[in-house]
């Protein structure tokens, strides 16, 4: 199989992926007790004017055309009108989605980092009181629920010793504009990368600051697992003859074990990164309710509270879509490191 | 004695210094005084409001029907008449905003305004009459369920508006209505602007409904007229991530000073202890909604805070399913009455943050008495007694189901339910199954009537006893709750409280109101919560009074 015909059929297989997701929560969000119309009447109820609501919102049709009709607005990209605000859930989805992807991104690389660096220190001191810091400071973090970790680090870093904010993404009238010339603007709506772009440090700091505390809190969560899969890959890599030649070749150390065998312990991290992007995303929904980030996971769980069942589907399937696309990322990553997989 | 020779030019200098100096001193301390007694102390320009709210829909009165989204009106508008500071909700509180004057006829269905005159929207168009009809027109005319004109309604109320003049207004009404003049200054009246507010087709409909327009908050508000407007609003996945408003100069009471605070930023938060957090660290200069019990009850022992306490017009009450037994014997009604614990619901569960309620109109309210105190709370042999007249005993115990919201649509509702049940079952006659369900799922369950008691609760829209009393009791009024309780005799109370301008006679007809629930029960009383708002202690001019209103330019930093 080559390559391309490798990356044609893992986006192919996508595909039926999104669409038993989303039949699974069509039909979920169906069965839930709860009206979408209902919620619109709160002390009202006239039965013509909930029909009329009805028709408005399309719940007056056959369930199975009801899915059909939003299947085919997906081919056409549209993901439907909110049933709570009648506003395009793809808008609202636009904009909620730099929030989450900034958060995602920066937690990964913090989560990866530690767990690197952690997993390989504990690795080279295998059995040895820091070995087990190491291994039980990983089983905590991933087991400490992502919401007490966040509200601890409020109390330190906001509360106590004042240095970061504890909620919110950006103080209000800094929001980065992007890169500006004449009438082009470049913006990626990821504030870090927009103030950078705008060239405003001032921004750039800021950004970073309300980022830190929120990433660091699921990077933290999520690192307990790297730090075991690089510890337990780098002992046996370490072991291996490669290792020893190239340490008998007088390289020192550290060019030896972060240059040389981490490369090699380093594919099932990869293959773990693609596995934890969906778990990502589902600690992103309680880490964007405890630091106040306006993303998608706050925006799901409002959603699901009012049976807004177009904007949860839409959310759905954008994560399906995003994991589908982080896990052949990554296997297209796996495949430029690992060159037997090119054969 | 000095003596001053004028050929000694080093005195003539020293005097001259001398002089100048006084000349200097005294203009100084004249300044002083005068900015000391004419501008007082210091007002910071810039005050960080922190909330957990969010807009709900828009902030278009003829659909907006939320708390923060009323908020954001009232500071962007201006209704005929308003609610002073520190209202007990009665009639004499209500004062002149966009009317100056106001009379209602003989049979109370015709009401005249005055107008105040030279309020301008902007450099070159002025409020008249016509902007009042336009207004009612278009609320009325729009009808959008979702709003507080089908919600309260207000087409039910109000026939038609006319233009007697440019500055007098008369509004013909369909009933007497008594609350008339607390309707005029509930938010949904509150006056839009024509220019931001236009009719796109040939008649109102719900497109002519003004939502968030995203990068453009002169178009997101249809509002004028207000103390302040819309500078910034940003929302993102529909909920408000940014919003700052700025001291309009055209508002018909700046010449008075209002608003105090030039700008207000206003920060997002997602739940009570993310906003309690950031006010301890100091990220804002005030929080206000909404803060759970726990994070209050913390920052009241913090110094660098102060907590400001008021009137709270929140309402919980027990909802008994009266279409089927057990609930439709009034007996077995006020049994469960006499087995409410209020003291331990309010001590307990609240902290000590509510108060005990024993009647549907709130204490602190015109109207209200204390009527269901006659059950005590609780008092179990009463309870016994008068189940024992319809076969239930210790060995028989009355069974049902005691239903509570899940999501947190209402304070601690699992907790509430939790101290209900103990309270009813300590009296050993009565056993309770809790059954939780999140709003959406509540909200189906109390339209299908399927539960035998649930807890519900209730924000006002306009600040009168009616709209505690009609919604509840009336059978067409009350029908939105399901518990199917219907009376002629109450019908008719109602009506005639409703239907009178005369003071005194209302009082009464509400007494009466209240005895009779108290004997047959419709509806059962829990507690008032109370309203809270946490600021740096330099922080002045917040009101929370019944109204429930936060008056944004009222309230100001000194720094």
Known sequence: MTLRTYIISRILLTIPMIFILLTTVFVIMRVLPGDPVLLHFEKIENPEAMEAMRIRLGLDKPLLFQYFDYIIGLFRGDLGKSMQDYSSVSQQIFSAFPATLELAICSMLIAILIGLFLGVESSKAYNTPKDHIIRVFGIVTYAIPVFFLGMVFQMIFGVGLHWLPVGGRIYQGLEPVGLVVGDFQLSTGLYSIDSILEGNVVKFVTALKYLLLPSLTLGLVLCGIFIRLTRSNMFETLRLDFVTAAKARGLNESTVTYGYALRNAFLPVITMMGLQFALLLGGAVLTETTFSWPGLGRYLVDRINFRDYTAIQGVVVVFGIFVAIVSLAVDLLYAYLDPRIRL | ?559
């Open chain 2, 1 to 559: 004695m000095l003596k001053l020779n004028l050929k000694d030019t080093k005195a003539i200098g020293k005097v001259m210094i001398a002089a100048i100096l006084i000349v200097i001193i005294a203009i100084a301390g004249v300044a002083s005084y005068y900015l000391y007694t004419t501008q007082g102390p210091k007002i910071k320009d810039t005050l960080i409001m922190g909330t957990t709210d969010s807009v709900e829909s828009c902030l278009d009165p003829a659909e907006a029907y939320d708390f923060f989204g009323f908020e954001i009106i009232q500071s962007l508008g201006s209704p005929l008449v308003e609610y002073e500071a520190g209202s007990t909700g009665s009639m004499e509180d209500i004062i002149p905003a966009l009317a100056t004057s106001w009379e209602p006829s003989a049979d109370g269905l015709v009401w005249t305004f005055n107008l105040r005159q030279g309020v301008m929207f902007d450099s070159s168009r002025e409020f008249t009459a016509e902007d009042v009809k336009y207004t009612f027109d278009r609320g009325i005319g729009i009808a959008d369920e979702d709003g507080a004109f089908v919600g309260v309604g207000i087409g039910d109320i109000i026939d038609s508006v006319t233009v007697v003049s440019d500055y007098v207004v008369r509004f013909n009404l369909k009933i007497p209505f008594a609350a008339f003049l607390s309707l005029m200054a509930f938010q949904a009246c509150y006056i839009v602007d024509p220019t931001y507010a236009p009719m796109s087709g040939a008649s109102w409909s719900i497109d002519d409904i003004v939502s968030y327009a995203d990068g453009d908050a002169r178009a997101s508000n249809p509002m004028g007229l207000g103390p302040y407007t819309l500078k910034s609003w940003t929302r993102v996945a529909g909920k408000d991530t940014k919003m700052e408003l700025e001291a309009n100069p055209l508002y018909w009471n700046a010449a008075a000073g209002y608003p105090k605070s030039k700008n207000i930023v206003i920060q997002f938060y997602a739940d009570s202890p993310g906003l309690a957090l950031a006010m301890t660290a100091g990220d804002v200069d005030v929080a206000f909604r909404q803060l759970a019990t726990n994070d209050i009850a913390t920052m009241k022992t913090n110094s660098n805070l102060k907590v400001w306490e008021g009137t709270g017009a929140f309402i919980q009450y027990l909802c008994l399913q009266q279409d089927y037994a057990p609930f439709n014997d009034p007996t077995v009604r006020g049994a469960v009455a006499a087995a409410i614990d209020r003291t331990a619901l309010v001590e307990t569960v609240f902290q000590g943050q509510a108060q005990e309620l024993y009647s549907m109109i709130p204490a602190g309210m015109f109207g209200h008495t204390d009527a269901f105190e006659s059950y005590e709370s609780p008092n179990y042999d009463l309870t016994r007694e008068l189940l024992s007249y319809v076969g239930y005993n210790a060995n028989n115990k009355l069974e049902f189901t005691l239903w509570y919201e899940t999501s947190g649509h209402y304070p601690q509702s699992a907790q509430q339910a939790l101290m209900l049940k103990e309270a009813l079952e300590e009296s050993g006659v009565i056993s309770v199954t809790l059954e939780g369900r999140d709003w959406a799922a509540y909200r189906t369950a109390r339209q299908q009537e399927i539960m035998q008691a649930y807890i519900m609760g209730w924000y006002p829209d306009y600040i009168d006893p009616d709209d505690y009393i009609f919604p509840f009791v009336h059978s067409v009024g009350g029908s939105w709750i399901h518990h199917n309780y219907a009376s002629a005799q109450m019908d008719q109370l109602v009506e005639s409280a409703r239907g009178t301008t005369n003071t005194a006679e209302r009082e009464s007809l509400y007494e009466d109101i209240q005895d009779l629930m108290v004997d047959e029960v419709p509806i059962i009383p829990l507690y008032q919560g109370g309203a809270y708002a946490v600021s740096k202690p330099s922080v002045k001019g917040i009101f929370l009074d019944i109204t429930q209103n936060w008056r944004h330019w009222l309230v100001y930093i000194e720094g």
